[in-house]
């Protein structure tokens, strides 16, 4: 009985003990975190302040996805033998000069996908990878400060496609005016004297006018979440089938070292490319009336991109 109660007691010990232990350990891992949480704020003001400074800043974050699949007698589905395949890039990259009385800011967006579906059972079709979207945009901006948040400036941005059709057509908006800079990551384009070059075989839809340019982008790394945002819209002066609008967006959030998810989407609005695109599915031998400006179906273009991202 004595050596019941004796080991009955030991076992009460060691219990209390491993309570105590732990409730020590949590009491330690909460002192530890506090001391980390307030290096972290401390180390996070340092670099804001550090980002305050003149100079450049550098940065890049893109979206990878992609799929691959190979069916063989796959007899529930219309091609039961086929190879496909889908993969996607997107990079956002800027590099920009601050300093105290004119800043220099340049970045590039781009977003390229293929697309595979090769039917084994026939030789008439591509077993390629083939292009469908394809999206490139580089701008550069200068602006010399006359307030704290308003410079004048002159933009210079280009638009076109890389791998399908390139330069054609091909958008060139060369302007001037003023920037307004309401908070450090916004940035808002106000240039009424813009000339819109537009290059492409097709003279009779395509034309370059004069007209007014309006760029918004808003570019921000907050922890692990990295997005920019950039609407561009161009009102010609001459007709408003000669302008356009696009706006792109990304977001990164990653999850482990630099590897993360990334979501890419983006909206176009433009007449002439919709004009241009009608005309090429058009049949002469219809009765439908030729496509025109006054009766084209401008729809909203639109894509988006799903997959890894990779920060630098």
Do not use: C
């Not at 060369?174 to 990551?185: A, R």
């Not at 106000?190 to 004069?210: R, T």
């Not at 999850?255 to 998810?261: A, H, T």
């Not at 989407?265 to 031998?285: H, I």
């Amino acid at each position: 009985m004595k050596k019941l109660l004796l080991l009955l007691a030991f076992s009460i010990g060691v219990v209390s003990v491993q309570a105590q232990t732990k409730e020590e350990l949590h009491t330690q891992k909460t002192e530890k975190q506090a001391i980390a949480d307030a290096a972290q704020s401390e180390a996070d003001a340092l670099q804001a302040q550090i980002d305050a400074l003149p100079g450049w800043r550098k940065g890049m974050f893109g979206t990878i996805g992609g799929t691959l699949s190979n069916f063989n007698n796959w007899y529930s589905q219309g091609t039961p033998n086929n190879a496909s395949g889908n993969i996607g890039i997107s990079i956002n990259s800027y590099a920009n000069l601050i300093e105290d009385k004119f800043f220099w800011r340049n970045s590039l967006t781009s977003n390229l996908n293929w697309v595979k579906l090769d039917n084994k059972d026939t030789n008439l079709d591509s077993d390629d990878f083939n292009p469908t979207t394809d999206v490139f945009n580089i701008s550069s901006l200068y602006g010399r400060n006359i307030a704290k948040n308003f410079a004048v400036s002159t933009l210079a941005e280009y638009r076109t496609t890389l791998l399908d059709n390139f330069n054609d057509p091909g958008y060139l908006d060369v302007g001037v005016g003023g920037t307004w800079t309401p908070m450090e990551n916004l940035i808002v384009v106000i240039h009424p004297l813009n000339y819109n070059f537009v290059f492409s075989k097709n003279d009779a839809v395509f034309e370059s006018s004069l007209g007014a340019k309006i760029v918004a982008d808003y570019t921000r790394q907050i922890g692990a979440i990295s997005f920019k945002s950039n609407l561009s819209t161009f009102q010609s002066y001459k007709s408003g089938d000669l302008s356009n609008v696009t706006w792109t967006n990304s977001f990164s959030y990653t999850l482990w070292k630099m590897i993360g998810v990334g979501f890419d989407f983006g909206l176009r609005s433009n007449k002439q490319e919709a004009l241009n695109y009608t005309l090429g599915q058009y049949d002469a031998t219809s009765t439908n009336p030729i496509p025109t400006f006054g009766n084209v179906d401008n729809k909203l273009q639109s894509y988006w991109l799903l997959g890894l991202s990779y920060n630098l």
